[in-house]
């Protein structure tokens, strides 16, 4: 039995239902947010996002999800920090936000619900 080499298998490609977390991100659905205001941040989003889910899903806990801002804050720190630099940057950039849904059902009610919606 010893004798037997034995070779090392992460977790997520064991047999089972046993996974790290490893598959969570394929099963997300994604929706951009165009055309925010230069001044909105992360947690701008973040509201508008919980809003929804507690008003049109009736979400009364607000499970976990990832929103990616573009340009991102470190960038837009490095863009102000040398505004002659990037002083054409700085004039014409666009702000948008990549929010995760659990489901495509979610995402697509996020999407009917906030498309056109003004943001101020």
């Known amino acids: 039995t010893f004798a037997q080499r034995r070779t090392f298998v992460p977790p997520h490609l064991r ?34 996002i919980d809003e929804f889910r507690r008003s049109h899903l009736r979400q009364s806990y607000i499970p976990k999800y990832k929103i990616r801002m573009i340009p991102s804050k470190k960038t837009l720190e490095t863009w102000h920090a040398s505004p002659k630099e990037f002083a054409r940057r700085l004039q014409d950039y666009e702000r948008l936000a990549i929010v995760d849904f659990e489901n495509e059902e979610h995402a697509l009610e996020a999407i009917k619900v906030l498309n056109g919606h003004r943001y101020d």
Not at 22 to 35: A, G, P, S
């Open 15 to 48: 047999g089972g239902g046993y996974s790290m977390g490893l598959d969570d991100d394929e099963d997300k659905v994604e929706i951009k947010i165009l055309n925010l205001p230069q001044w909105s941040e992360f947690m701008d989003v973040k509201r508008l």
